[in-house]
């Protein structure tokens, strides 16, 4: 016994020593042997008398840990009972032992194990069924055999004809039946599983690979915690090492109110998995779709509604007939075009011409102004994205590429790309695959690639904004639109085509055009091109009121204006034009959007100012209070 007993002592040694089975008292918070009975120390060391002060974690050996666990699930529950823990004696035997645990009341950390010695207890349990057998008689004996050996039969015959797939495990967790459907789902035999660990052998892992703890396993909570657990999404792993979907119910069985094991029901549901995943990826590959459906029918209604939908390419002199022979040409090819032109010379309504000629033009022409977008949204707008792929992302998006898939892509304004994005955009041309921002999925591109913009290729090359690869790769067919001031003979025609053209959508009665008129549009230089003379024949609509046109021409008039005003060149208007950018920017101090920025003092959109800002190369050192014009 130990030395200097206390109150507390002498009531542990005064319990332990009434209990005729092997008992011991553990105090688990200074892992101290607190007090033992001559039946324990027999048990454990082979002498009536305990040993000295010892730790109980030297009986445990490797058995440590699930003495551990065991010692949890007392504390839980109050009470419990395991074989699952083997002691070692301090003469290093093995003992086979049931462990029965109790926290003794009002004594914090002490527990009291009851041990069973279960060599002996099955020896004796061996010598009643022994002396029973011999008092029934051989024809009792064999009486029960039948019995028992019919009714194992009937339960075989039932569980074998259950479609779903059943197995028990006792309290240790050791299969005890296997019926033929979960032997056939699963590939094992009854050999290789009775009486082993079945959840080493079929649940170890999870289906992405990690380990599938033992504890953690719903089928084990069953028959440790007495709960009935419904799982509809997890795996067992066949023979073969092929994993297969399941869904399972685990129940715990009792026998006469004692904890036994648990039987597992569980079915095969990999191919219904299956049939969702591909249902899932069919519902997702539908919704792009119809995402990119909506925004080919948003280009679809804007191309309808712009007015160059409405007109063809208006003239007769050598320039504009060379153009229609050009788009004759390259229009049934595939072959990448490159229009080049001053601004409002009608290169969209050359592309517009080209898709509407070729084999594409049931779908729509995809059209992207290349200097109309921030650079911060450029590359989504472009390739694409999917949710998550940045700050604001919150959907996936198909980009211009994958909406003209199929069909034409007008790139205009080309050499308003940054340089980054054009490098980017001639992998994805020469590759024919588009990835979207975030994905690593590339997808097939069918295009047919139309470019345009202001400058000649030279000048932007030389200039940097175009890288060469990127012309080399554009311009495989270059159609050039002429400016206005060098087709003067289609100035009658045109304006008389596009005033009707106005007069019909502002339903307004239609002006004449004088032959004063035609003079004057004659001598004017139009700096602005086609798209001047619409604008000015759409404010002579409006004033004329249906009798002569009255035109009201810009400043760079000829020299009849009666104001004397000077011709302007067009190098002279591009400088009056970025002068009096500079002068907003300097007056706002470099802000471009929102209240009080250039842009509203201009009344354009910002994007249109960050694109004239770009094409006169305006840096913050132009605008800048004190700075100087380098122009």
């Avoid at 979907?245 to 109110?257: A, F, K």
């Avoid at 139309?450 to 554009?474: C, H, Q, W, Y």
């Amino acid at each position: 016994m130990l030395i200097g007993m206390t109150d507390a002592q002498t009531m542990i040694d005064s319990l332990v020593s009434a209990l005729p089975q092997a008992a011991v008292v553990v105090d688990t918070a200074s892992d101290r042997v607190a007090g033992w009975n001559e039946a324990a120390a027999k048990l454990l060391t082979g002498q009536s008398e305990a040993p000295g002060d010892i730790r109980f974690s030297g009986l445990l050996g490797p058995s440590l840990p699930r003495f551990v666990v065991f010692m949890e699930e007392v504390d839980h529950r109050g009470e419990s009972w395991t074989r699952d823990v083997g002691l070692t004696s301090l003469e290093g035997q093995t003992v086979r032992c049931e462990i029965r645990a109790r926290p003794l009341p009002d004594h914090p950390g002490l527990v009291l194990l009851v041990l069973t010695d279960l060599t002996a207890f099955e020896r004796r349990t061996a010598m009643v069924e022994t002396a029973k057998m011999h008092r029934a008689g051989l024809s009792e004996w064999k009486r029960a055999e039948r019995f028992f050996a019919e009714l194992e039969r009937e339960n075989q015959l039932i569980l074998n004809a259950a479609g779903e797939g059943i197995y028990g495990v006792n309290a240790e967790g050791k299969t005890t039946f296997v019926n033929r459907a979960a032997r056939e789902m699963l590939g094992w035999t009854g050999e290789d599983l009775l009486g082993r660990n079945i959840h080493a052998i079929i649940h170890h892992h999870h289906l992405n690979g990690d380990v599938y703890p033992a504890h953690q396993c719903k089928i084990y909570q069953s028959f440790r915690f007495e709960k009935i657990n419904r799982v509809d999404d997890e795996v067992f792993w066949r023979k073969d090492g092929k994993p297969i979907r399941v869904e399972y119910v685990s129940t715990p069985i009792y026998d006469q109110q004692v904890l036994v094991g648990a039987v597992v029901i569980f079915r095969d549901i990999t191919e219904r998995k299956e049939n969702e995943r591909k249902l899932h990826e069919a519902l997702q590959e539908v919704a792009l779709l119809r995402d990119q459906l909506e925004q080919e029918n948003a280009y679809l209604q804007e191309a309808i509604t712009s007015e160059r939908a409405h007109h063809d390419i208006v003239g007769s002199s050598p320039a504009v007939k060379q153009i229609r022979t050009r788009i004759d040409l390259v229009a049934p090819t595939d072959a990448t075009v490159l229009i080049t032109g001053e601004t409002g010379t009608g290169k969209a309504l050359v592309a517009n011409a080209i898709h509407k000629a070729s084999a594409r033009s049931r779908r729509a022409m995809i059209t992207f102004k290349c200097g109309a977008v921030s650079p911060d949204d450029i590359e989504a707008e472009l390739f694409g994205q999917v949710r998550g792929a940045f700050p604001g992302s919150t959907r996936d998006k198909p980009g211009k590429l994958e909406l003209a898939h199929g069909g034409t892509l007008f790139l205009d304004d080309i050499s308003e790309l940054p340089l980054e994005t054009q490098g980017r955009l001639l992998q994805t041309l020469q590759t024919g695959t588009v990835t979207r921002l975030g994905d690593t999925r590339a997808k097939a591109l069918d295009l047919h690639v139309i470019a345009a913009m202001n400058d000649t290729p030279d000048r932007a090359v030389k200039s940097g904004k175009l890288r060469e690869d990127l012309l080399f790769f554009l311009n495989v067919f270059p159609i050039s639109c002429a400016p206005l001031r060098e087709r003067l003979e289609d100035i009658p025609v045109l304006a008389s085509h596009l005033l009707g053209i106005t007069c019909r959508r502002l339903n307004l009665a239609q002006p004449t055009i004088t032959e004063r008129a035609v003079q004057q549009m004659m001598d004017y230089r139009w700096p602005g091109n086609v798209r001047e003379l619409r604008n000015v024949l759409e404010r002579a609509a409006i004033v004329s009121g249906g009798g002569k046109i009255i035109l009201e021409l810009g400043l760079a008039q000829s020299g009849t204006n009666s104001d004397g005003a000077p011709i302007r060149t067009e190098a002279e208007m591009d400088r009056m034009i970025r002068d009096n950018l500079i002068a907003c920017l300097r007056e706002t101090g470099g802000k471009v959007s929102g209240p009080g920025g250039a842009a509203e003092l201009l009344g354009v959109r910002p994007t249109t100012l960050y694109s004239r800002i770009n094409r006169f190369g305006i840096e913050e050192s132009d605008w800048r209070v004190g700075a100087l014009s380098t122009t």
